[in-house]
């Protein structure tokens, strides 16, 4: 009985919805994790409790995670002087930043409005690797043709980018 109330307090009282073999997977981690630690008188790692309750490592992992609370990107994990530092501040990303996003969909609206030879050009040089020439062979133009059908698309998404 008191497993069964374990279990539905686990189930009711979550902030999000876990599937009952994944919360039924944790519970029995929990189980063993105690066994262990009042056995051996120290934390087990993953690999033990998956070793002894004979399930992958991931499932573990998965299963523990599931479980754990949840916390708002905002909380704030350190504050000094009235200067608190949340969880998004440790888990910025400099890469994808708002300014990174808003240039690659204007980068892609520009390449979006160039014709077709001239994407599969920039996509054979650029994105392929490929030379003038070897370019001019696969279209079946002249090397000077796709320089300049090249310098064109380039000038074009230029001019989409950096409007004067």
Do not use: C
């Amino acid at each position: 009985m008191i497993s069964g109330e374990i279990r539905r307090y686990l189930r009711d009282n979550s902030a999000l919805r876990v599937s009952r073999s994944l919360r039924d997977t944790a519970y029995r981690v929990m189980q063993a994790k105690e066994a262990y630690l009042s056995e051996h008188q120290r934390e087990p790692g993953v690999d033990e409790l998956a070793k002894a309750l004979g399930i992958e490592t991931s499932e573990v992992v998965m299963a523990m995670d599931a479980i754990a609370d949840p916390v708002s990107l905002f909380e704030p994990v350190y504050s000094d002087a009235g200067e608190s530092v949340s969880v998004m501040d440790q888990i910025g990303d400099s890469k994808n930043t708002d300014a990174a996003w808003l240039e690659r969909i204007a980068l892609s609206e520009a390449v979006d409005k160039l014709g077709e030879r001239e994407k599969r050009i920039l996509s054979m040089r650029f994105f392929d690797g490929r030379t003038q020439m070897e370019v001019a062979a696969a279209i079946g133009i002249s090397q000077a043709q796709v320089s300049r059908l090249e310098k064109s698309a380039v000038g074009q998404i230029k001019k989409a980018l950096f409007p004067a």
